[in-house]
């Protein structure tokens, strides 16, 4: 990712705070209903954890990235690590602590679609205290990025430390104080986590069922700007009051997980040389799709010198 035009402010340096783990994934024909058992076709064990995966994807694409976590002390901490280390990503800010990594369990059907359930593990550690341990890392940092797999007070104490702009990927939703929402720009929720963030901000409030709608009064009550995911429908955006949508490049879908981590990824990749933010919903919506037509998370991830899908009329 180049800066937009010569003259730009150059490249910012990127801070993740988030969670790290191990998947184990198993490819279905279809996902099996409650109570029911199928055959499954293969199984993997990859790296994963939503901050890893939007570390690396940040990393391949030629951004400057800490991730600052945590794994535990067995087997799995190496290959948690492995696609980090392999990708550029500064490792120096994940402690080490007593019992087991992160762990996912991810099913997989043939139209991509999946079930996820995910363990916390060593994740569970990396609260207040531990930011507070990388508060320089995250201060020095030109863009944070966090998400909701770790616990509220990491999330909060890393927002509030932070001096440079702050992408909160609301993944899973979680509990956050006010003042966490309202410092994002952007917040990153798909369309049901929309729904459960305008909840928590305010429960009276009917949820609107269109999304320019949603998207318009979830940023009335919060952050600066918000991006709505939306799949195959690409994404929406509001700034400065103005909603506006992105279309996806149509791409054949063979596994979708990951896909969010790979859009918020880019997108703080976009967001570090420059580009505003149209132009990096627009990159990072390219970058899920490449992802979807890959299996995984981490290793489904472009480098700067892969050619990205574009859309189509």
Known sequence: MKSEEKGATPKLHVAVVGSINVDYLASVDRLPAPGE???????????????????????????????????GQDPNAA?????????????????ATEGATGTAFVTVDSNGENTIVVIPGANAVTDREAILRHRDAIA????????GEIPRTGTEAAVALATGRVILN??????????????????????????????????????????????????????????????????MYTEDGKVESVPAPRVEVVDTTGAGDAFVGALAAALAVGSTLGKAVEFASRVGAYSVQRSGTQASY???ADALPVVTL
Not at 85 to 90: I, N, P, Q
Not at 203 to 226: F, K, M, N, Q, T
């Open 37 to 71: 058992t199928v055959a499954g076709r293969e199984s993997h064990v990859v790296p994963g954890g939503k901050g890893a995966n939007q570390a690396v994807a940040a990393a391949r694409l030629g951004t400057d990235v800490v991730l600052i976590g945590s794994v």
């Open 79 to 95: 290959l948690a690590l492995q696609l980090l280390r392999d990708s550029g990503v500064d490792v120096s800010g994940i402690g």
């Open 302 to 304: 472009p480098t700067a």
């Open 140 to 147: 020095n940092a030109g863009i944070l990025v966090v998400q």
């Open 170 to 235: 609301l993944a899973p939703v979680i509990h956050v104080a006010l003042e966490t929402i309202k410092a994002a720009d952007p917040l990153v929720v798909n369309e049901h986590e929309a729904a459960l963030v305008l909840h928590q901000l305010n429960p009276d409030h009917p949820i609107p069922a269109d999304h320019a709608e949603l998207l318009s009064v979830l940023a009335a009550v919060g952050p600066r700007s918000v991006i709505m995911t939306r799949g195959s429908l690409g994404a």
